[in-house]
């Protein structure tokens, strides 16, 4: 974590440079120790209920109310993968042992800070149940380090929030003006992660980074707290540009839909029974700042499905052409087991996986595979020790996938129609039965589709 130069001129000096590190371990490591022998610093009575925010600001807060932020502990694949999968694993392996409280950093943050690690169960609605809420996004200040990542935020409770413009004349807190706050780097705070094995499991931050729209000067609040003519407090100024706090994003529907645009063309307009036609699909990310999937990617999955229908209704699935390169077994729809390592938590040493994909084999898949220390594909992000190849759509690029199909000499002439559906789940559809998961949680969201026809003579 820190590297410290030493001279090589003189015994002294090392010393001295060993002493200075040491030095600095024994201030900092207090300030940033998530175990449970570590004195909380905080309380939670430190931050304001969100139910008080919203006594004048409750425009914001009804917003804030429908949105993940507010669910971030309590949405039940979380509770799901914490309890059952998480918690256990770290009480079996040291190695993994820091998740016990680490993901409660960005979970339940109030949680993390106070020292209720780990903290009750959805079910006894305590203060953990808040999760990401007003006061607590509001009371940052701030993050350590050069690089946002692994909840490393710097913050302030107290009767003074964080905010974009300085209010000094409204009860009952002061307001002062932060660029922070409306910047890509809070984000990055904790849609950046590092696991245990110091992979990056989350990078959704540093995707943007790298994309044509930070050069741009677009952050991420541009796109998911979108700006609008409204109050900020209620019944008080209002203002051209008040931020919008349902923080968009992957669970909603509307905001998925239409990510990645689609055509579909074919390489002939008229074939004979019996000849080969071969169908190209550009697939064009054009509204995600980030990679598509992110975040949690070891949970999604993105896939292309394309079908062919003759005259008389005759259904013809077409596999996707391979492109050869490595690593692209993870890449297509496949009748494989994988996610061997939940045996851990589970305690189940005869367990041997479920279905990998849950789609129809030979399907492409956009995803990056997680592989845990045995090399097997895992769906535990902290269990992850390297990443796959990274076969997910960029932002603003253009993906061309190839599907060759030989007309059956059964085949109906007249109009084939060949349709190619993007399809998203925001958890593998087999882990989450196996788990227990609310159906809606593996719902398949219609990303995008497109049709076209030629003549079988």
């Not at 839909?257 to 074919?266: A, F, H, K, W």
Request: charge should be negative; charged fraction near 25%.
């Amino acid at each position: 974590m820190y590297q410290q130069k030493t001279s090589h001129r003189s015994i002294r000096q090392s010393l001295t440079a060993l002493l200075y590190a040491l030095c600095l371990l024994v201030i900092i490591i207090p300030t940033i120790d998530a175990s449970e022998d570590a004195a909380p610093k905080y309380s939670y009575d430190d931050w304001e209920l969100p139910e008080d925010c919203g006594s004048c600001h409750n425009y914001i807060y009804s917003q804030w109310r429908q949105s993940m932020m507010s669910q971030s502990y309590t949405h039940h694949w979380d509770e799901i993968e914490y309890f059952k999968l998480a918690l256990p694993h770290a009480e079996k392996d040291e190695v993994v042992a820091e998740v016990k409280a680490g993901c409660n950093g960005c979970h339940s943050p109030m949680a993390f800070l106070t020292g209720d690690i780990p903290p009750a169960p959805v079910a006894e609605n305590t203060r953990a149940n808040d999760g990401v809420h007003c006061d607590f996004c509001h009371t940052i200040t701030g993050h350590t380090g050069d690089i946002p990542f692994n909840f490393n935020y710097t913050i302030e409770p107290g009767e003074t929030k964080q905010g974009i413009r300085q209010l000094t004349d409204e009860a009952p807190h002061q307001s002062v003006k932060t660029k922070f706050l409306g910047s890509a780097e809070f984000c990055g705070i904790c849609h950046n992660e590092k696991d245990p094995y110091g992979v990056w499991v989350k990078s959704t931050h540093l995707e943007w980074k790298e994309s044509p729209y930070a050069e741009q000067g677009v952050v991420c609040q541009d796109c998911h707290m979108t700006k609008a003519k409204s109050e900020i407090v209620d019944g008080g100024t209002v203002y051209d540009d008040a931020r919008q706090h349902l923080f968009h994003g992957a669970h909603d529907r509307s905001k998925v839909r239409g990510t990645v645009e689609l055509r579909i063309y074919p390489d002939k307009t008229e074939v004979k029974k019996g000849e080969t036609v071969k169908f190209t699909v550009a697939l064009f990310n054009q509204k995600a700042g980030h990679k598509f999937p992110t975040g949690s990617v070891e949970d999604r999955i993105l896939w292309l499905h394309v079908e062919a229908k003759d005259a008389s209704g005759n259904s013809y699935h077409l596999p996707v052409d391979k492109k050869g390169f490595d690593g692209e077994e993870y890449t297509i729809g496949a009748d494989v087991l994988a996610y061997t390592d939940m045996a851990i938590p589970l305690d189940d040493p005869d367990f041997k996986g479920v279905q990998r994909d849950g789609i129809p084999i030979g399907d492409r898949i956009f995803r990056m595979a997680y592989f845990d220390p045995n090399g097997v594909m895992t769906i535990q992000q902290w269990n992850t020790k390297s990443l796959g190849v990274d076969y997910r759509i960029g932002p603003k690029e253009t993906k061309l996938e190839t599907f060759t199909f030989t007309v059956p000499e059964d085949a109906e002439a007249g109009e084939l129609n060949i349709t190619a559906d993007l399809n998203y789940q925001l958890l593998v559809k087999p882990v989450a039965e196996f788990l227990g998961v609310p159906a809606e949680e593996a719902d398949v969201i219609e990303v995008n589709n497109q049709s076209v026809s030629i003549n079988v003579m």
